[in-house]
C-alpha cells in the first residue's frame, strides 16, 4: 500500500500504510471515538476518529507500520449557519451535510471537541486495519470486497437535534404520521415499492423440515417438532401482497382470506402478514463477523450420519464402514462455512463433549493461516458425553469483549446432534442461556447434524431473539445451500415485531410460521425476528406469518397495530384496517399457499406426536438407573408406522392439496404429495422402498 493521505478526498476511500504516534478516547454522544495520530509513507501527519462499531484496533504500538483499508476521507464540519432551511422536527436551523455525517453524530462531535481544521481520516466498519510484520516471509495479500462508491452524505443536518434531513421532506407537504395512517389491505401498492429487487424477509427459527421428510424417506417416524410451520413456509416463496409505501426497512403486508376446513367444514378466517422489504439486493450487505463454531465431539456424533445412535430399544449402534458419520459430516460443513469469511471476519473454533476446549481463539481470518486450520478441523476425533451448556459458555466468553452494531454481527453457530446429556440439561435452563446471551448482542445458530438431531429442544432454543436453525440432509447440499444464503443467515435484520390486535370482535386463535407462536395471546401476535430472504419472481422465500383468527361478534372490525425493531434500533409502529371479506375468499395466492400448507403441516405434527406418544407408553416404566443411562434429550428410533385411521385422513389430505397446489399453479408442491403418496402405502410397500 503506498497511497498518501494527500490523495485522499471527501466521502471516498483510501488503502494506506500509515506509522502509528498515539491514540486518545473521546466521550462522544454516549459512545466513545478514538483519536489517532498517524504518518503516511510521505511523512504527512494527519488525525484518524475510529468510529464506535469500526474495526478493532490491535495493540496499537507507538512506531509500528499499519495497513489501513478502506480510509473514509473527511473534511472538518461546516458550522456556518447559512443554510435558510428549518429543521421539520425541532424547527432549529440546518446545516448543508458533508462526509462526516455519514459517520454518526458521535464522530461529528469528536471532530468539533478537538477542532479539526484540517482533512482527517475516518476508520469506520467498512475498514480494516492490521498491523505490518516486516520480519515475516509470506504475505496476506487478500482485500476485501467492498463499495468503493463515495459515501452518501445527508441533504441536511441539524444543528440542534441532530437529524438527517432529505431535500424531499423540506418539499413535501405535510403527511400525517405512520402510526396515525389508516390503510386498507386491499390497497395497490405503490410503483417505487413494488420491486422484486428488494430482499424478502422471513422469520428467525427452522429453515427447513429436512429432518421430517428425511426420517420419513428412511423408515422412521419423525419428531413432530421437524415439521414446524416456519421450517415448511422456507421451502417456498410467496407472494406478500399490497402495501402502503413507507420509509421503514420493513414493509409488512396484510391480506385476508375466509376459508372452510377440507375435513371438518368449519369457516376459518386468516390474516397473513407478508413479510418484506424496501431494502434493494444491491444496497445489502452482510456485516463483519465475529464467529465462533462450536463444535460437538462427543460420542454420539460418531454414529452414521443416516441412522439412529440408539434403536428402538435403546441400544447404542455403531457406525458401520463406509457410512460417512455426523461429525464427518459436521467437519466437512464447518470447513465449507469457513470459506464464506472474509478476511476482516473473526473466527473461533470451540470443540466439546464432556467439558469445552478452545481449539482456536479468536482472530482475524486474514492474519490466520486458515488451510491449516481447516486440515486440523479434518482431524477432529469424537468421544465422551455431551456438555452442551460448557460449549455454549467458553463461545460466549470468546465474544463477550466485542461489541454488535448494525455493521457488526457476534454470532455462535453450533453444529450438533442437540442431545446433551452432562451438565445444564433443561430446555428451560439451555433456553435462558442462550436468550441472556441475546440480550447482549450475541445470537446463535443452531446445525442439527444426523436423523436423530433433537427437533424438539431445537424448536424451543430457536424461537430466541437473532436465533435460527437448519438441518443437516448431507455435507455437500449444506455447502450449496451456504454458497447461496450464508450472508442472509447471518443477519438478523428486524427484531420484536408485535401484531396487536386493536379491535372488536376478533382474537388470534393460533400463529403458523413464527417460532414465537407460543407465546401469542388473544390480542397479540410475536414474532422475535426476522431475517433477509431470497426473492423469486417478486415472490419472497418463506415470507409469510399466517395468523387463524376467531370471530367473536357478529359486527366485528379488524384494526391492527404492528411495531417492529430494526437492526440499527430505529422502533417502527404502523396503524392499518383489514376489511375480512363475507365468504370464501383469498386476498392473493400467497395466503392461499400458506393456508393449505399450514392445514397440512398441522395433519402431519398430529400423525407423528401420536404415534410417539404410542411408542412411550407402550410398555411399563423402567425406573432402574444405570450410570450411563440416556439423557431427556437423547432421542431413541421409532419405526414408520401409520395407523388406519391416519391412512385414510392422509388420503384426504392428498386430494384437498392437489387442488390447492392447482388453484396456486405451484408445481413445487408435487414434493409434499410424494411425501404423502408413500405415507398412503401398505406397510410391505413401503419398507421395501425403504430398504433399497
Same mark, same amino acid.
Given at each position: 500500500?503506498?497511497?498518501?493521505? #494527500?490523495?485522499?478526498?471527501?466521502?471516498?476511500? =483510501?488503502?494506506?500504510?500509515?506509522?502509528?504516534?498515539?491514540?486518545?478516547?473521546?466521550?462522544?454522544?454516549?459512545?466513545?471515538?478514538?483519536?489517532?495520530?498517524?504518518?503516511?509513507?510521505?511523512?504527512?501527519?494527519?488525525?484518524?476518529?475510529?468510529?464506535?462499531?469500526?474495526? %478493532?484496533?490491535?495493540?496499537?504500538?507507538?512506531?509500528?507500520?499499519?495497513?489501513?483499508?478502506?480510509?473514509?476521507?473527511?473534511? !472538518?464540519?461546516?458550522?456556518?449557519?447559512?443554510?435558510?432551511?428549518?429543521? +421539520?422536527?425541532?424547527?432549529?436551523?440546518?446545516?448543508?451535510?458533508?462526509?462526516?455525517?455519514?459517520?454518526?453524530?458521535?464522530?461529528?462531535?469528536?471532530?468539533?471537541?478537538?477542532?479539526?481544521?484540517?482533512?482527517?481520516?475516518?476508520?469506520?466498519?467498512?475498514?480494516?486495519?492490521?498491523?505490518?510484520?516486516?520480519?515475516?516471509?509470506?504475505?496476506?495479500?487478500?482485500?476485501?470486497?467492498?463499495?468503493?462508491?463515495?459515501?452518501?452524505?445527508?441533504?441536511?443536518?441539524?444543528?440542534?437535534?441532530?437529524?438527517?434531513?432529505?431535500?424531499?421532506? $423540506?418539499?413535501?407537504?405535510?403527511?400525517?404520521? $405512520?402510526?396515525?395512517?389508516?390503510?386498507?389491505?386491499?390497497?395497490? +401498492?405503490?410503483?417505487?415499492?413494488?420491486? !422484486?429487487?428488494?430482499?424478502?424477509?422471513?422469520?428467525?427459527?427452522?429453515?427447513?423440515?429436512?429432518?421430517?421428510?428425511?426420517?420419513?424417506?428412511?423408515?422412521?417416524?419423525?419428531? %413432530?417438532?421437524?415439521?414446524?410451520?416456519?421450517? $415448511?413456509?422456507?421451502?417456498?416463496?410467496?407472494?406478500?401482497?399490497?402495501?402502503?409505501?413507507?420509509? %421503514?426497512?420493513?414493509?409488512?403486508?396484510?391480506?385476508?382470506?375466509?376459508?372452510?376446513?377440507?375435513?371438518?367444514?368449519?369457516? @376459518?378466517?386468516?390474516?397473513?402478514?407478508?413479510?418484506?422489504?424496501?431494502? %434493494?439486493?444491491?444496497?445489502?450487505?452482510? !456485516?463483519?463477523?465475529?464467529?465462533?463454531?462450536? =463444535?460437538?465431539?462427543?460420542?454420539?456424533?460418531?454414529?452414521?450420519?443416516?441412522?439412529?445412535?440408539?434403536?428402538?430399544?435403546?441400544?447404542?449402534?455403531?457406525?458401520?464402514?463406509?457410512?460417512?458419520?455426523?461429525?464427518?459430516?459436521?467437519?466437512?460443513?464447518?470447513?465449507?462455512?469457513?470459506?464464506?469469511?472474509?478476511?476482516?471476519?473473526?473466527?473461533?473454533?470451540?470443540?466439546?463433549?464432556?467439558?469445552?476446549?478452545?481449539?482456536?481463539?479468536?482472530?482475524?481470518?486474514?492474519?490466520?493461516?486458515?488451510?491449516?486450520?481447516?486440515?486440523?478441523?479434518?482431524?477432529?476425533?469424537?468421544?465422551?458425553?455431551?456438555?452442551?451448556?460448557?460449549?455454549?459458555?467458553?463461545?460466549?466468553?470468546?465474544?463477550?469483549?466485542?461489541?454488535?452494531?448494525?455493521?457488526?454481527?457476534?454470532?455462535?453457530?453450533?453444529?450438533?446432534?442437540?442431545?446433551?446429556?452432562?451438565?445444564?440439561?433443561?430446555?428451560?435452563?439451555?433456553?435462558?442461556?442462550?436468550?441472556? #446471551?441475546?440480550?447482549?448482542?450475541?445470537?446463535?445458530?443452531?446445525?442439527?447434524?444426523?436423523?436423530?438431531?433433537?427437533? @424438539?429442544?431445537?424448536?424451543?432454543?430457536?424461537?430466541?431473539?437473532?436465533?435460527?436453525?437448519?438441518?443437516?440432509?448431507?455435507?455437500? @447440499?449444506?455447502?450449496?445451500?451456504?454458497?447461496?444464503?450464508?450472508?442472509?443467515?447471518?443477519?438478523?435484520?428486524?427484531?420484536?415485531?408485535?401484531?396487536? $390486535?386493536?379491535?372488536?370482535?376478533?382474537?388470534?386463535?393460533?400463529?403458523?410460521?413464527?417460532?414465537?407462536?407460543?407465546?401469542?395471546?388473544?390480542?397479540?401476535?410475536?414474532?422475535?425476528?426476522?431475517?433477509?430472504?431470497?426473492?423469486?419472481?417478486?415472490?419472497?422465500?418463506?415470507?409469510?406469518?399466517?395468523?387463524?383468527?376467531?370471530?367473536?361478534?357478529?359486527?366485528?372490525?379488524?384494526?391492527?397495530?404492528?411495531?417492529?425493531? @430494526?437492526?440499527?434500533?430505529?422502533?417502527?409502529?404502523?396503524?392499518?384496517?383489514?376489511?375480512?371479506?363475507?365468504?370464501?375468499?383469498?386476498?392473493?395466492?400467497?395466503?392461499?399457499?400458506?393456508?393449505?400448507?399450514?392445514?397440512?403441516?398441522?395433519?402431519?405434527?398430529?400423525?407423528?406426536?401420536?404415534?410417539?406418544?404410542?411408542?412411550?407408553?407402550?410398555?411399563?416404566?423402567?425406573?432402574?438407573?444405570?450410570?450411563?443411562?440416556?439423557?431427556?434429550?437423547?432421542?431413541?428410533?421409532?419405526?414408520?408406522?401409520?395407523?388406519?385411521?391416519?391412512?385414510?385422513?392422509?388420503?384426504?389430505?392428498?386430494?384437498?392439496?392437489?387442488?390447492?397446489?392447482?388453484?396456486?399453479?405451484?408445481?413445487?408442491?408435487?414434493?409434499?404429495?410424494?411425501?404423502?403418496?408413500?405415507?398412503?402405502?401398505?406397510?410391505?410397500?413401503?419398507?421395501?422402498?425403504?430398504?433399497?
Amino acid at each position: 500500500m503506498d497511497g498518501i493521505f #494527500a490523495d485522499a478526498r471527501p466521502g471516498a476511500r =483510501l488503502d494506506l500504510s500509515v506509522e502509528f504516534i498515539t491514540k486518545r478516547p473521546l466521550g462522544c454522544d454516549g459512545e466513545t471515538v478514538f483519536r489517532l495520530l498517524v504518518t503516511d509513507q510521505a511523512g504527512n501527519q494527519f488525525s484518524i476518529l475510529a468510529t464506535p462499531d469500526s474495526d %478493532s484496533l490491535w495493540h496499537l504500538e507507538t512506531g509500528e507500520t499499519y495497513e489501513i483499508t478502506g480510509l473514509l476521507g473527511a473534511d !472538518p464540519v461546516d458550522t456556518d449557519p447559512a443554510v435558510a432551511r428549518e429543521c +421539520p422536527h425541532c424547527g432549529d436551523h440546518l446545516r448543508a451535510g458533508q462526509a462526516i455525517d455519514a459517520a454518526g453524530s458521535a464522530v461529528v462531535e469528536a471532530a468539533e471537541k478537538l477542532g479539526l481544521d484540517k482533512r482527517f481520516g475516518i476508520l469506520d466498519e467498512k475498514s480494516s486495519l492490521k498491523p505490518v510484520n516486516e520480519d515475516s516471509t509470506t504475505v496476506d495479500d487478500w482485500l476485501p470486497m467492498r463499495d468503493d462508491q463515495p459515501v452518501e452524505t445527508p441533504d441536511y443536518v441539524c444543528r440542534s437535534c441532530d437529524r438527517h434531513v432529505a431535500e424531499r421532506d $423540506l418539499a413535501r407537504d405535510e403527511e400525517p404520521v $405512520l402510526e396515525n395512517m389508516q390503510a386498507d389491505a386491499s390497497m395497490e +401498492p405503490a410503483n417505487s415499492m413494488a420491486s !422484486p429487487e428488494t430482499v424478502g424477509l422471513a422469520a428467525g427459527g427452522a429453515k427447513d423440515i429436512t429432518s421430517f421428510r428425511e426420517n420419513v424417506s428412511n423408515g422412521y417416524t419423525p419428531e %413432530s417438532e421437524a415439521i414446524s410451520d416456519e421450517g $415448511l413456509f422456507y421451502d417456498y416463496y410467496f407472494e406478500t401482497g399490497g402495501r402502503t409505501a413507507t420509509d %421503514s426497512l420493513f414493509a409488512p403486508r396484510y391480506a385476508a382470506a375466509v376459508s372452510d376446513h377440507p375435513f371438518t367444514g368449519e369457516t @376459518e378466517q386468516y390474516l397473513s402478514v407478508g413479510l418484506d422489504s424496501t431494502l %434493494s439486493v444491491e444496497e445489502f450487505e452482510r !456485516p463483519r463477523l465475529d464467529l465462533v463454531a462450536v =463444535l460437538d465431539v462427543s460420542g454420539s456424533m460418531s454414529s452414521a450420519f443416516d441412522q439412529y445412535y440408539y434403536d428402538e430399544q435403546g441400544r447404542q449402534r455403531e457406525a458401520e464402514s463406509g457410512n460417512e458419520t455426523k461429525l464427518e459430516a459436521a467437519t466437512q460443513s464447518l470447513c465449507a462455512l469457513t470459506e464464506q469469511l472474509h478476511v476482516e471476519d473473526r473466527l473461533g473454533v470451540v470443540l466439546y463433549n464432556h467439558r469445552a476446549h478452545v481449539a482456536k481463539p479468536l482472530r482475524d481470518v486474514g492474519a490466520t493461516d486458515m488451510p491449516a486450520i481447516r486440515q486440523h478441523i479434518r482431524d477432529i476425533a469424537a468421544g465422551g458425553s455431551t456438555n452442551m451448556e460448557d460449549g455454549f459458555e467458553a463461545a460466549v466468553d470468546m465474544l463477550a469483549d466485542g461489541t454488535t452494531g448494525h455493521g457488526i454481527e457476534r454470532r455462535v453457530i453450533f453444529m450438533t446432534d442437540m442431545m446433551p446429556n452432562t451438565g445444564e440439561t433443561g430446555a428451560a435452563e439451555l433456553t435462558e442461556r442462550f436468550a441472556d #446471551a441475546a440480550v447482549d448482542g450475541i445470537h446463535t445458530t443452531f446445525i442439527g447434524m444426523g436423523l436423530d438431531a433433537n427437533a @424438539e429442544l431445537a424448536d424451543t432454543v430457536s424461537g430466541i431473539r437473532g436465533a435460527n436453525h437448519y438441518f443437516i440432509h448431507s455435507a455437500d @447440499e449444506f455447502e450449496q445451500r451456504l454458497g447461496e444464503e450464508f450472508d442472509y443467515m447471518v443477519t438478523p435484520l428486524v427484531y420484536d415485531l408485535d401484531l396487536e $390486535l386493536d379491535a372488536t370482535g376478533y382474537e388470534v386463535e393460533a400463529v403458523h410460521g413464527s417460532p414465537s407462536a407460543d407465546g401469542a395471546s388473544d390480542q397479540l401476535m410475536h414474532v422475535g425476528t426476522l431475517f433477509p430472504s431470497a426473492k423469486q419472481d417478486g415472490k419472497a422465500r418463506g415470507g409469510v406469518v399466517l395468523v387463524r383468527l376467531t370471530k367473536t361478534a357478529s359486527d366485528a372490525t379488524l384494526e391492527l397495530q404492528a411495531s417492529w425493531m @430494526e437492526r440499527d434500533g430505529a422502533e417502527q409502529t404502523e396503524r392499518v384496517s383489514v376489511s375480512m371479506p363475507d365468504g370464501e375468499s383469498f386476498g392473493h395466492d400467497g395466503v392461499r399457499k400458506a393456508v393449505a400448507l399450514a392445514r397440512y403441516a398441522r395433519e402431519l405434527r398430529s400423525w407423528a406426536g401420536d404415534v410417539h406418544d404410542r411408542a412411550d407408553n407402550a410398555t411399563g416404566v423402567d425406573d432402574w438407573l444405570l450410570p450411563d443411562k440416556r439423557g431427556e434429550h437423547e432421542r431413541e428410533s421409532v419405526p414408520l408406522v401409520v395407523p388406519d385411521e391416519y391412512r385414510e385422513r392422509f388420503d384426504g389430505l392428498r386430494g384437498y392439496l392437489t387442488a390447492e397446489m392447482d388453484a396456486v399453479g405451484d408445481d413445487s408442491l408435487q414434493q409434499e404429495l410424494d411425501l404423502l403418496d408413500m405415507l398412503c402405502r401398505p406397510e410391505a410397500a413401503r419398507e421395501a422402498e425403504v430398504s433399497e
